[in-house]
T-cell receptor, first 114, second 113 residues
Framework: NAGVMQNPRHLVRRRGQEARLRCSPM?????VYWYRQLPEEGLKFMVY????????ESGMPKERFSAEFPKEGPSILRIQQVVRGDSAAYFC????????????FGPGTRLTVL | QQPVQSPQAVILREGEDAVINCSSS?????VHWYRQKHGEAPVFLMI?????EQKGHEKISASFNEKKQQSSLYLTASQLSYSGTYFC??????????????FGKGTLLTVNP
């Protein structure tokens, strides 16, 4: 059973470009969570999605950031008009149910904005 | 609010024990422990729930003091593979609402031969 897949693993963008980060949850998992990690910092919750629904986006910046989890295909975290402060590691996690259970993390996408 | 972890870093020799602490200013429902090696995904270690239930690996032990809003992770007879950064994540709500974890800054554990 493959784990959580994320791609790309490394992404370099120039200021003003768009970044698209993809996450395929583990088989059978319909709950996806995105976290951002800055150097020397813990993981910060961004958004929680179920298939075709955004459940909680309270941790996501109001502008330039969006997330989706379509019926078919991976979850996408989209960052428009990237700035240097967006440089970070972005982790996706999934779980079969939400709440009192383990969240399985992917290997992350390391975004560098030049 | 972000939980506070202590110590920030610890260096052990193989076979020694360590305790990592996690404190919150808010009433907690759950504490989740993960270990992350450099450049890799966080790996689940344990969940402790209000009321005493625990879910996790047999070789890892932890405690959860609900009144003090604290949790401690106990690593005994450390092995080289234990090296990494340990994060605690705290959840405030019971049941299906307990998905939003707030993580501490981590404790860097280094185990030397």
């Amino acid at each position: 059973n493959a784990g959580v897949m994320q791609n790309p693993r490394h992404l370099v963008r120039r200021r003003g470009q768009e970044a698209r980060l993809r996450c395929s949850p583990m088989k059978g998992h319909s709950h996806v969570y995105w976290y951002r990690q800055l150097p020397e910092e813990g993981l910060k919750f961004m958004v929680y999605l179920q298939k075709e629904n955004i459940i909680d986006e309270s941790g996501m910046p109001k502008e330039r950031f969006s997330a989706e989890f379509p019926k078919e295909g991976p979850s996408i975290l989209r960052i428009q008009q990237v700035v240097r402060g967006d440089s970070a590691a972005y982790f996706c996690a999934s779980s079969p149910v939400a709440g009192e259970n383990e969240q399985f993390f992917g290997p992350g996408t390391r975004l560098t904005v030049l | 609010q972000q939980p506070v972890q202590s110590p920030q870093a610890v260096i052990l020799r193989e076979g020694e024990d360590a305790v990592i602490n996690c404190s919150s200013s808010k009433a907690l429902y759950s504490v989740h422990w993960y270990r992350q090696k450099h450049g890799e995904a966080p790996v689940f270690l344990m969940i402790l729930l209000k009321g005493g239930e625990q879910k996790g690996h047999e070789k890892i032990s932890a405690s959860f003091n609900e009144k003090k809003q604290q949790s401690s992770l106990y690593l005994t007879a450390s092995q080289l593979s234990y090296s990494g950064t340990y994060f605690c994540g705290t959840g405030l709500n019971s049941g299906g609402s307990n998905y939003k974890l707030t993580f501490g800054k981590g404790t860097l554990l280094t185990v030397n031969p």
